[in-house]
């Protein structure tokens, strides 16, 4: 191995690393937020609307009077929570029919084929939204809407590599030595499937927080804690008076989970 491809290694292996770093960091602020050992006060008025910040406010205050900094630290759980229950239930969901799908063939693979066809055949978007609106806001909601609407790509994968182990010798043969279908998705399909469902787990965490931000731009995520996408909802029209403070509290911490995230993803993709 060359100097070089041992250097880049070295950098990436220390980019993993920092990524891995930066999530844990967001997870012990988002259980400590939750049991209140900091942004505890966050729906108090503690100043005048859009206080810049300063000593007692170290990201200034919302529209409302409200000590942004700790409504930040409150919007990480939402972020969390619904990045992992996005991602978990767009794997089931995604992952089971593909397996069925690939493992089954015939009819039943017809059927779910046309199944995700259609689903997918529905612009994002307005799936995410319709659903939003037809669930009511929350994050119960958010979770729902991403994983029953955004599972069609893995379904697709899945299905692609069920396909091909349900025709490989060791497959066959268990299957002449009489072994049902559970035991063969139990033992040798979800093993080999293993390395792809790990990468897309994080990377439907990543596009989960996404989405989260986005419906709660639009008011459809949670109404008790507050969102990294609702603070940018709230002043995002007010950056034209110089009022920068409360866009870079909500977009940076969200921009930095998403990144740590994706790199570990990436990190994932490379191992696998």
Do not use: N
């Not at 009819?107 to 779910?112: A, C, G, N």
């Not at 994002?124 to 939003?132: E, K, M, S, T, Y």
């Not at 008790?224 to 007010?238: D, F, K, M, R």
């Amino acid at each position: 191995m060359s100097r070089g491809s041992s250097g880049a290694r070295q950098r990436l292996g220390l980019a993993g690393g920092l990524s891995l770093a930066v999530l844990g960091a967001f997870v012990v602020i988002a259980l400590g937020a939750s049991v209140g050992l900091w942004g505890a006060d966050y729906h108090g008025f503690v100043a005048d609307p859009y206080a810049p910040p300063g000593a007692g406010l170290w990201l200034g205050a919302d529209a409302l009077g409200r000590d942004l900094g700790a409504r930040v630290l409150q919007g990480a759980q939402v972020s969390l929570v619904v990045g992992l229950g996005g991602a978990l239930l767009t794997l089931v969901t995604g992952g089971v029919l593909g397996a069925l799908a690939g493992f089954r063939g015939g009819i039943v693979d017809r059927l779910l084929v046309a199944l995700t066809d259609a689903v997918a055949a529905i612009p994002p978007l307005v799936a995410l939204l319709g659903g939003a609106l037809l669930l009511g806001p929350g994050v119960a909601s958010v979770i729902v809407v991403i994983g029953l609407s955004q599972w069609t790509g893995l379904f697709r994968s899945v299905r692609a590599e069920a396909r091909r182990l349900a025709a490989a010798d060791f497959v066959l043969a268990a299957e002449a030595m009489g072994a049902g279908p559970l035991h063969q998705l139990r033992v040798h399909l979800l093993p080999h499937l293993g390395p792809l469902l790990l990468t897309s787990a994080v990377l439907y965490f990543v596009h989960a927080i996404k989405v989260e931000a986005l419906l709660a731009f639009f008011g459809q995520s949670s109404q008790e804690l507050p969102s990294w996408g609702g603070l940018l909802a709230e002043c995002g029209s007010e950056l034209a008076r110089g009022i920068w403070w409360p866009v870079i509290g909500a977009s940076v911490p969200l921009a930095l989970l998403v990144l740590a995230a994706q790199v570990v993803a990436d990190r994932a993709s490379d191992s696998s």
